[in-house]
């Protein structure tokens, strides 16, 4: 017989939908990376949804509800099956455990004496369409208030502040200004440092090779600067930012902790390394120091390096090194000392200045402030 045979291919096989299904993936992957990865391996249990990490009788509760359920099991099978103490359709209790649930802020109100407790329910939203139908109630005048115990703009069920999306309002901004794509041939660089701390590659073995890698990415950022200026962030116990690192589950790990950095000492675990901010303060003092020595100073050749470590600021040539008092700055985040650098460039060396950073909020300060720092250029890159 002379039988045809009919080669079919499944749907998902085709290149075309091979590529969007990866593209796809990868996207579920950059949004793990950006918000909480649960599969990267760590100490605390943290919320997907809110990046919140649990407290640690959430965490016991949760590790031990298996564990519970199966001696409640046992304790209903002897009462109620085995030897009849309890009656089998007797009301049963539960277990209460702790979970994210718990973390929800409530808030208690009193009507007529009595208290209530605001809950986000579902149902919360249809009683209020049924009542308006009824009483003639103004919707447009009702959802004027929150309909939970937190306002949703601000904070989630759990009373944790929400995280908002400023690229959106970076994009907004970038399309009212125009791009500048010829640089003068002398200018000045400010640069985040924490940005260049987070952009080392893995595989470096010890903190002097991680010293001289994010000198040598300032460096190369912008060869032509006769200035360059890293300027990080501050780290205090005691801190504004406090709530912020808690909800990204920074200061919660266990990685290890240290306080005098050594150029020859191994890099173990860098993530895990960088979550602590006792660990990024002695990175920075350790960088600071590292690169006053005479061998970094040798590969600055002409240039002038000025670095930040807590509210000092030092200026480094090839010859020496000093203290810079006008850079001065209690300032914790390195925002605004960004800003100030920026004035202190346009004051002192009269030179254009660009700024490098992938902060959004940086972004705005230096359009809000480009009209007071006489400078010929100031540009932002990112």
């Not at 700055?329 to 000392?337: F, I, L, N, V």
Request: charged fraction near 30%; proline fraction near 3%; aromatic fraction near 8%.
């Amino acid at each position: 017989m002379d039988a045809k045979v009919s080669r079919t291919s499944h749907p998902e096989m085709g290149k075309s939908r091979i590529k969007e299904d990866e593209e796809k993936v990868q996207n579920v992957i950059s949004c793990f990376d950006e918000w909480v990865n649960p599969f990267f391996q760590q100490n605390e249990l943290v919320s997907i949804s809110t990046a919140r990490a649990a407290p640690a009788e959430v965490c016991e509760d949760l590790s031990k509800a298996h564990q519970l359920g199966e001696e409640a099991y046992a304790q209903f099978k002897v009462d109620r099956l085995e030897t009849g103490k309890v009656k089998f359709d007797s009301r049963m209790s539960t277990l209460k455990l702790k979970t994210f649930s718990s973390l929800r802020k409530e808030k208690i109100v009193k009507v007529k004496g009595k208290e209530f407790v605001l809950k986000a329910g579902k149902a919360l939203f249809g009683r209020i369409i049924l009542v308006a139908q009824v009483r003639k109630v103004n919707m447009p005048d009702v959802l004027k208030y929150p309909l939970g115990p937190v306002p949703y703009a601000l904070a989630t069920v759990e009373g944790s502040i929400c995280k908002t999306v400023k690229s959106t309002l970076a994009s907004a901004l970038q399309r009212k200004v125009s791009s500048e794509s010829n640089l003068p041939a002398r200018r000045a660089t400010i640069i985040d440092g924490m940005s260049l701390v987070q952009k080392v590659p893995g595989g470096i073995e010890t903190f002097g090779q991680i010293a001289s890698c994010i000198l040598s990415m300032a460096m190369k950022s912008d060869g032509d600067s006769e200035r360059i200026d890293i300027v990080f962030d501050t780290y205090r116990n005691c801190s504004i930012k406090q709530c912020e690192r808690i909800l990204r589950g920074d200061d919660l790990s266990d990685s290890h902790h240290l306080q005098n950095i050594k150029a020859s000492q191994k890099v173990r675990m860098w993530k895990e390394f960088l979550k602590k901010g006792t660990n990024k303060s002695a990175l920075i003092f350790f960088l600071a120091e590292t690169w006053k020595g005479e061998e970094s100073r040798s590969k600055l050749h002409d240039k002038v390096l000025y670095v930040t470590y807590l509210d000092k600021c030092y200026k480094i040539t090839r010859r020496d090194f000093i203290e810079v008092t006008e850079l001065q700055s209690t300032h914790e985040e390195a925002d605004g000392r960004l800003m100030l650098h920026a004035l202190h460039v346009s004051s002192f060396d009269r030179l254009p200045v660009v700024i490098v950073s992938e902060d959004n909020d940086v972004l705005g300060l230096a359009l809000s402030v480009h009209s007071s720092i006489i400078v010929p250029f100031l540009s932002d890159v990112w």
